[in-house]
Antibody
Framework: QVQLEQSGAEVKRPGSSARVSCKAS????????FSWVRQVPGQGLEWMGR????????TYAQKFQDRVTITADSSTATTFIDVSRLTSNDTAVYYC???????????WGQGTPVTVSS | DIQMTQSPSSLSASVGERVTLTCRAS??????LNWYQQKPGTPPKLLIY???TLENGVPSRFSGSGSGTEFTLTISGLQPEDFATYFC???????FGGGTRVEI
């Protein structure tokens, strides 16, 4: 059974960067793509981008293209999202999720809260 | 980009009731429409994909239908564990609706 384990909560200053990791268990890493989705407290879900580790390819939502980098390390079956130039608007829970089919997300990691505060 | 709009934003219902949630797309999206359930403090859970295919383990009281720009999620016989927020999502350049909160 596929499971995704994310890194712990982060508190960051405005203008800094945050990195969240997501480790996949199960033999699916090399055959799957992984997306990152965030959820601002009390609000909806926002897709940020995806990585396809076997091809090394990435796709980003236009909104995040200049501030977000998604990478993958196949040796550890881990994906990462880096968000730069943080503002209070980036305070959210960040989820990784596997794309079981293109654009169909299952399962999800437990979520990583990132708080941006001075 | 395709925009997804859900209605209502919230609804109140009782155990045993049949409820229907609606999701509208700003343009036709074929059948690439998925539904997720989210409870407070937990990640979303895939319920239905490709408009009407039930994910493994999801109770049969959940069903999905629709085409073009209008899609529905129906819960036939609401159970206490179904009180949650439901999101629709389009697979291509993934975009989510704003959610419908189902309350007691």
């Amino acid at each position: 059974q596929v499971q995704l384990e994310q890194s712990g909560a982060e508190v960051k200053r405005p203008g800094s960067s945050a990195r969240v990791s997501c480790k996949a268990s199960g033999d699916i890493f090399r055959t799957s793509s992984f997306s990152w989705v965030r959820q601002v407290p009390g609000q909806g879900l926002e897709w940020m981008g995806r990585v396809f580790p076997v091809f090394g390819s990435t796709t980003y939502a236009q909104k995040f293209q200049d501030r977000v980098t998604i990478t993958a390390d196949s040796s550890t079956a881990t994906t990462f999202i880096d968000v730069s130039r943080l503002t209070s608007n980036d305070t959210a829970v960040y989820y990784c999720t596997r794309e079981r089919l293109s654009g169909v997300f299952h399962p999800w990691g437990q979520g990583t809260p990132v708080t941006v505060s001075s | 980009d395709i925009q997804m709009t859900q209605s209502p934003s919230s609804l109140s219902a009782s155990v045993g009731e049949r409820v229907t949630l609606t999701c509208r797309a700003s343009q036709a999206v074929t059948n690439l429409l998925n539904w997720y359930q989210q409870k407070p403090g937990t990640p979303p859970k895939l319920l239905i994909y490709s408009t009407s295919t039930l994910e493994n383990g999801v109770p049969s009281r959940f069903s999905g239908s629709g085409s073009g720009t209008e899609f529905t999620l129906t819960i036939s016989g609401l159970q206490p564990e179904d009180f949650a927020t439901y999101f629709c999502q389009h697979s291509h350049n993934p975009s989510f609706g704003g959610g419908t909160r189902v309350e007691i």
